[in-house]
T-cell receptor, first 114, second 109 residues
């Protein structure tokens, strides 16, 4: 089976509820932030990003909030569905030497129950 | 739309064996990356290539070599595999954001 995420914190929600996944980042100089979703046996899949000069960005059923004062990022998923069950990673981006240096958080497992 | 394709998907090696992991992308990206992912952790960068013909070390390069064969392909080589290199390896390409393949699950006995 998939070994990724064995010891991750888990958020359990009921189908149809809203989910909030939180992330603390380390460097106030990071240029922007990304949320990735990783399903079992798959690679990380881009969900939404936000630049450091913004505090909120909305996508389809997802909203990312950035609080630079406390270096905190959150991902809100509206009307959570069973297909949302996955491990969610935040990543902070520092542009360095012509490439994007991705610093990943440890991840949170979202379990959606019918 | 294939995106980023990695081969093989699974591999078991004995300590000391060598192996090359292959990665190809069809999105015409300049930048490509190799990461490893260990249980309970996020991804850590092994090597990256900002453009064809260039490669640089990431966070955990020891025990690995890479080749940027052309714009599409970026391979990762383990010259003498060690049990500590048991992991899931991901290739990615792109800039903002990076796009990932589905990984190679590598076990070293």
């Amino acid at each position: 089976g998939e070994s990724v995420g064995l010891h991750l914190p888990t958020l359990s929600v009921q189908e149809g509820d809203n989910s909030i996944i939180n992330c603390a980042y380390s460097n106030s100089a990071s240029d922007y932030f990304i949320w990735y979703k990783q399903e079992s046996g798959k690679g990380p899949q881009f969900i939404i990003d936000i630049r450091s000069n913004m505090d909120k960005r909305q996508g389809q059923r997802v909203t990312v909030l950035l609080n630079k004062t406390v270096k905190h990022l959150s991902l809100q998923i509206a009307a959570t569905q069973p297909g949302d069950s996955a491990v969610y990673f935040c990543a902070e981006i520092r542009i360095s030497g012509g490439y994007n240096k991705l610093i990943f958080g440890a991840g949170t497992r979202l379990a959606v129950h019918p | 739309n294939a995106g980023v394709t990695q081969t093989p998907k699974f591999q078991v090696l004995k300590t000391g064996q060598s192996m090359t992991l292959q990665c190809a992308q069809d999105m015409n990206h300049n930048s490509m990356y190799w990461y490893r992912q260990d249980p309970g952790m996020g991804l850590r960068l092994i090597y990256y290539s900002a453009s064809e013909g260039t490669t640089d070390k990431g966070e955990v390069p020891n025990g690995y070599n890479v080749s940027r064969l052309n714009k599409r392909e970026f391979s990762l080589r383990l010259e003498s595999a060690a049990p500590s290199q048991t992991s899931v390896y991901f290739c990615a390409s792109g800039f903002q954001p990076q796009h990932f393949g589905d990984g190679t699950r590598l076990s070293i006995l």
